[in-house]
């Protein structure tokens, strides 16, 4: 990489590093982070009554030595179902962090999370849901460079050049709802949306003293998905999906589609293959093995935006580790599945 475009990434670096309105922690797989996705995935668990799971996200190795790296793990369950199991509580939690380059700005973040779930008639659900966390935000400036200590040879760190923080670390409450809608007619079919609300009391973020002219609250972030599968037959099932999310003045739009095979015909062993759009960003790959009640699946960002100059289309990649199950049969309208499975 040459001076020029050395010095550019950088600065880039760091303006991603101090802006507080950038966006919210993400992953490409949002179908396999249903917590972050929206608080009212909490219990909401098509195939089971409990759910735990782990991501992790490694992005922009290509151009840096200490790429950015997001992490998460979450644990979720079904309790207190009515006696005629169409209404239920669901219970969740959800520890993330994330490290961006060498420890500069580093997000821990933990939430915990309750929804309600109620059965409207045979093929229906509706879902509400609340997050309420804990967030803490970390930036060691000891470590970067800055324009102003460019000498023309290089970065002179004996040069002044860092600006002057009223705190190195930001900790704040945060709280989230979310709205979820399924409809599953048969055995084949279903289709479920959602939308959710975060940082709804516009907690602030900030590492700077608080002025009269600066609004260092978080702005709110709008979710809308929306997930389905079709059986096609005994041996293939379809899953399209797509995922919206707005904040501020920052979007993102995403469309997937995941086929899952049946490999061992008793449904123990499936085969997973997928493609995601992220519009004018990235196109995404996944690829995945279900072998009884744990699924992973690993994806891999190759960037398709102008970022590509920096990084040669290499973007990010993914693993997520999923394991759903019962500790009792399901017994909503005598259904053991919500959703379309190979499992008899």
């Not at 996200?57 to 979450?74: E, I």
């Not at 369950?77 to 420890?103: C, E, F, K």
Request: proline share 4%; charged share 15%.
């Amino acid at each position: 990489m040459n001076k020029r475009l050395r010095v550019g990434w950088m600065a880039w670096i760091l303006l991603m590093a101090l802006q507080s309105s950038a966006q919210d922690l993400h992953f490409s797989q949002f179908m396999n982070s249903p917590l972050l996705t929206n608080p009212a995935n909490a219990g909401f668990i098509p195939d089971g009554d409990y759910r735990v799971g782990a991501n992790y996200r490694n992005q922009w190795a290509s151009v840096s030595a200490f790429p950015y790296k997001t992490m998460s793990v979450f644990g979720d369950m079904q309790v207190m179902p009515d006696p005629d199991a169409n209404g239920w509580i669901g219970l969740g939690g959800l520890l993330l962090r994330d490290v961006a380059g060498s420890s500069v700005l580093t997000s821990t973040k933990a939430y915990g999370a309750i929804a309600y779930h109620q059965m409207l008639g045979v093929g229906s659900l509706l879902s509400l849901g609340f997050n309420v966390g804990w967030s803490n935000k970390q930036i060691n400036t000891q470590g970067l460079t800055f324009p102003s200590q460019w000498n023309g040879q290089f970065f002179d760190v004996h040069q002044s050049g860092a600006p002057v923080l009223m705190t190195n670390q930001s900790n704040y409450l945060d709280l989230q709802t979310g709205l979820n809608y399924a409809y599953f007619p048969n055995e084949r079919v279903w289709l479920n949306g959602g939308v959710s609300l975060m940082h709804v009391n516009r907690p602030r973020e900030s590492f700077f003293a608080s002025t009269d002219s600066t609004d260092n609250r978080l702005s709110m972030r709008y979710n809308g998905f929306f997930n389905s599968s079709f059986k096609l037959n005994d041996r293939l099932i379809l899953s399209p999906a797509a995922y919206y999310t707005l904040q501020a003045k920052s979007s993102q739009l995403m469309g997937s589609l995941m086929a899952r095979y049946n490999a061992s015909g008793d449904g123990t062993t499936e085969l997973l293959v997928g493609l995601s759009y992220r519009h004018r960003e990235s196109l995404i790959p996944m690829v995945g093995l279900g072998l009884n009640e744990l699924v992973f699946t690993f994806s891999y960002d190759a960037t398709l935006s102008s970022l590509n100059a920096f990084n040669g289309a290499r973007g990010a990649f993914e693993l997520s580790l999923i394991k759903q199950g019962r500790r009792d049969r399901y017994r909503g309208n005598g259904r053991e599945s919500m959703c379309p499975t190979f499992r008899f």
